[in-house]
C-alpha cells in the first residue's frame, strides 16, 4: 500500500498553524508518525518488495505529480498499438501523487506519452509537478518540463521486433488544437496496413503506430 498526504499551503500539518499530526497502523502497530512535510508525502507500507509478477516479466511504475491545472494533463503507456495504462485529466489546485503499475513482458519495448493541453508542461509555470517511470524499481525517466507533450520510449526497444526479411514503419501524428478534422491511412496496394484518427480536439498529442 501506498498513503500520500497532500497539503495545499505547502507546509504540512505541523507546525506553521499547530501541531497537526497523522499515524497509520498496521495490527495495533505504528507504521507511520509524522506532519512535518511541504506540498506532500508519500508513505509505503507491507509487503512492498513483491512485484507480484511473473518470472518472464517486469513491474512497470508511472508516478505523477500534478500541478495546480490538473485537468490539462493525462498520459498513457502504450506496447506498439495497445493501450496498457492511461490516468488524467486530474483535479485542478491539488498537488497529488498518483501511481498506476502493470506486469509486462522482458521483451517488451513500450512508449509513455504524457500531454498537457495548457502546454506548457507540469512543471513550472502552474507549480513543480513531475512524473517518473520505474521498471523493476528502478527509475527509467524522470520529468515535467515539456511543452505540449513528451513521449519516452523504455524497455527493451533495441530489437524491433520483425523478421530479418521485415521492416519496421512508425507513423507519428502531432495533433493541432482540431485533432477531429484529422485522419490517415498506410496501404499496400489497396489493402489498408494501418490508419488512426479522428483524434479529440484542444490537445496536442503525439499518437504513434507502427507495423
Known amino acids: 500500500l501506498s498513503m500520500t498526504i497532500a497539503d495545499f499551503g505547502w507546509n504540512g500539518i505541523c507546525c506553521s498553524y499547530g501541531d497537526g499530526y497523522y499515524r497509520i497502523i498496521v495490527d495495533g502497530m505504528v507504521q507511520k508518525y509524522g506532519g512535518d512535510f511541504g506540498r506532500t508525502e508519500t508513505t509505503q507500507i507491507g509487503d512492498c518488495n513483491l512485484n507480484a509478477c511473473a518470472s518472464d516479466e517486469s513491474m512497470v511504475r508511472v508516478q ?75 527509475e527509467q525517466k524522470s520529468g515535467g ?10 524497455g527493451d526497444c533495441d530489437s524491433n521486433g520483425c523478421a530479418s526479411d521485415e521492416s519496421m514503419v512508425r507513423v507519428q501524428l502531432l495533433t493541432d488544437y482540431r485533432g477531429s478534422e484529422t485522419t490517415w491511412e498506410l496501404k499496400s496496394r489497396d489493402n489498408i496496413l494501418l490508419q488512426d484518427g479522428p483524434f479529440p480536439n484542444f490537445i496536442f498529442q503525439l499518437y504513434t503506430k507502427e507495423i
Not at 518540463?145 to 523504455?154: A, D, H, L, P, V
Open 64 to 138: 505523477l505529480l500534478t500541478d495546480y491545472r490538473g485537468s490539462e494533463t493525462t498520459w498513457e503507456l502504450k506496447s506498439r498499438d495497445n493501450i496498457l495504462l492511461q490516468d488524467g485529466p486530474f483535479p485542478n489546485f491539488i498537488f497529488q501523487l498518483y501511481t498506476k503499475e502493470i506486469c509486462v513482458s522482458k521483451s517488451a519495448c513500450l512508449s509513455m506519452t504524457i500531454a498537457d493541453t495548457g502546454r506548457n508542461g507540469i512543471c513550472c509555470t502552474n507549480g513543480k509537478g513531475s512524473y517518473k517511470i520505474f521498471i523493476d524499481g528502478v
Open 145 to 154: 518540463e515539456f511543452e505540449s507533450s513528451e513521449t519516452t520510449q523504455i
